[in-house]
């Protein structure tokens, strides 16, 4: 931690067990100090560093495989799915998210990134960095039944693209002098499901700013685009209510390769 009124660091140890910071702790034993001395006030501020979970998911997209003779035939390899932003296909980075996890009692702060197999775009998995209190540095793995279908961020990508309400409203705000951006595509899990959640830009060829103007939601056999995630949300668990404007559409199960 760097003091920025007077550049004072203090550098305190998140996983004591670890054999390279037990090294420079016997090298340099009054430099560190342990977690749990850290000021609470600035404890609760403390987040799972996207750098190195990045570096983790990776690593995981093979040696997730325990069992020798899969490990060695590669017969269960992962990747990191794709997702659509401006226009063009890129892989998704890890996202924090405020969610329960299924083995937890509260909502906390994680850093969450989802799987897909290698050879497929359903989604398999999704690994999740935890933040909050004796968690912090912990991760945890959510590993999907292969036997059902979930849906991957690709195929909803594909799902909102062919929704021909959506697509028409796309194709309209991309004329004159302005585009329309898909943002991020946010899986959340929640209980025993998926929330997909989707923001849509509205940006101006000159003098460019991009504008907020519809939140795509995709949630079991449904898909909402409204003005607010309020919205989106209300047309999703409370669809039928005429007060709410949403346009609601029904998710047909999409083509695997």
């Known amino acids: 931690m760097i003091d920025a009124y007077n550049g004072d660091i203090e550098f305190y140890i998140a996983d004591p067990d670890d054999p390279i910071i037990k090294t420079w702790s016997k090298i340099f034993p009054n430099l560190f100090k342990p977690l749990d001395e850290m000021p609470e006030t600035l404890r609760s501020h403390i987040r799972y560093p996207g750098d190195l979970f990045s570096i983790q998911s990776e690593r995981l997209l093979i040696y997730h495989m325990t069992d020798p003779q899969v490990f060695y035939n590669r017969e269960d390899l992962w990747r990191i799915p794709q997702e659509i932003y401006g226009g063009e296909l890129q892989a998704v980075a890890p996202y924090y998210l405020i969610m ?88 959340i899990p929640i209980e025993r499901s998926l929330l997909y959640v989707e923001p ?58």
């Open 100 to 187: 329960k996890l299924p083995t937890a009692t509260s909502e906390e702060f994680i850093l969450l990134n989802p799987y897909t197999p290698a050879s497929r775009n359903n989604l398999i998995a999704w690994l999740a960095g935890r933040s909050d209190g004796d968690n912090y540095g912990k991760l945890l793995l959510y590993q999907f039944p292969k036997q059902e279908l979930v849906y991957g961020p690709e195929q909803i990508e594909a799902l909102i693209n062919q929704d021909p309400i959506i697509s028409q409203q796309i194709s309209l705000w991309n004329r004159q002098g302005s585009g329309a951006i898909q943002g991020n595509l946010l899986v």
């Open 200 to 257: 849509l830009y509205l940006e101006a060829e000159q003098n460019s700013l991009p504008t907020l103007v519809r939140v795509i939601v995709v949630y079991e056999n449904r898909i909402v685009m409204a003005e607010t995630l309020e919205q989106a949300l209300q047309g999703i668990f409370k669809a039928g209510q005429e007060s709410t404007p949403t346009i609601i559409r029904p998710v047909e199960e999409p083509a695997l390769p």
